[in-house]
């Protein structure tokens, strides 16, 4: 394992059955797993959507929400599971979620890196590109709700690791996947 998956492994050790769960919820290891995250999503923002709160009421119980789960997740943790249920299956499951959690890292931060590099080698075409897409996200901020927008996001990336180990990204997704690659090849040899 690498020294940075290695680092992960050791700062999510209080929350390591919870990750795991987690990861089998969001990998859709049960059929009806995608329910689950759903519906918890959908729950949640209803919650929110029924509170009406400003942002910064938001943001405030978001924040203790996240402190408390910091405090109690590890505690409650080491009542639930005893030490001697943790299992060397688990442990190859916690170091492949933290390798694919470091994988997920590095590829983000490769393409803040191509941004980077193009914003230098073409500032025009990287100037059209933002202003675009920031135009077309405001123009969407325009059409539905802010909030509408966040839940949408937030499903789709939720449901990404699912579909990803399902396969169903490559099955439904590859042609734009080949496409994209075929337009970056040709602009390479340009």
Avoid: H
Wanted: net charge positive.
């Amino acid at each position: 394992m690498s020294g940075d998956a290695g680092s992960l492994k050791r700062s999510i050790e209080g929350w390591r059955e919870i990750v795991i769960l987690t990861d089998s919820v969001l990998s859709w290891e049960k059929e009806w797993y995608p329910a689950v995250t759903s519906g918890t999503l959908s729950v949640f923002f209803l919650i929110i959507w029924t509170q009406d709160p400003n942002m910064l009421t938001l943001l405030s119980m978001i924040g203790l929400l996240v402190t408390l789960l910091d405090y109690a997740v590890p505690r409650i943790q080491a009542k639930l599971f005893p030490e001697n249920s943790w299992s060397p299956e688990k442990e190859r499951k916690l170091e492949n979620i933290c390798q694919e959690l470091m994988f997920v890292r590095t590829g983000l931060g490769r393409v803040c890196e191509r941004i980077s590099v193009f914003k230098e080698s073409s500032p025009l075409m990287y100037l059209s590109g933002v202003v675009v897409s920031l135009y077309l996200v405001s123009y969407l901020g325009a059409l539905f709700s802010g909030f509408f927008v966040s839940y949408l996001f937030l499903i789709t990336l939720c449901m990404l690791p699912g579909l990803y180990r399902r396969g169903l990204l490559a099955k439904y997704c590859g042609g734009i996947i080949l496409k994209i690659g075929e337009f970056v090849k040709a602009k390479k040899l340009e």
